[in-house]
Structures are given as C-alpha cells and as structure tokens.
C-alpha cells in the first residue's frame, strides 16, 4: 500500500502506518492503517488477491531506478499474456 490523495497531507505527510487486520466468514480481508498521523482508514481485499500479490510481485529494488525498470518488466510481460 502507499499513501495517495489525502492520505499524502498531515503530521507525518506520505506515510501509512498499519494497524491490523480482521477476515470476515465469507472471506474478505478489512485492513485497518493510519496516514500521516492524522487519519484512519480501512481497506477491502480478499485472501486469494493478497496471497496472489505476495507470490506474484517482484521484490523491492529499493531505489527508484531499478523498481522502474521491474515494473516495466513486468507491464511487457503482461502485455504478452494479454496480447496487448
């Protein structure tokens, strides 16, 4: 997750602060998190699309560059799985 719109102004601006997580019966995932120390937010998801993101997304480059460069990876492999 990254901070976006409102969640980028505030006390501690551009930041997401997790506060936990419940899952529901039918399986929906509620995440709860703070931006910028000044709001509390939740956010829905399911089981299956968190565990698809943990298997299926590249690791952090940790500088700017070279995630860009992964990312883009990645949108040319999608392409050829879409055929787009």
Request: proline content about 2%.
């Amino acid at each position: 997750m990254a901070p976006n719109y409102e969640e980028t102004v505030g006390d501690v601006p551009n930041v997401l602060f997790g506060n936990g997580w419940i899952i529901d019966d039918d399986g929906k995932v509620f995440i709860y998190y703070a931006s910028s120390d000044t709001r509390s937010h939740v956010a829905v998801s399911s089981v299956e699309k968190l565990l698809d993101y943990v298997i299926n997304t590249r690791q952090d480059k940790y500088t700017s560059e070279e995630s860009v460069k992964a990312i883009l990876q990645q949108v040319e492999k999608n392409k050829m799985i879409t055929g787009k």
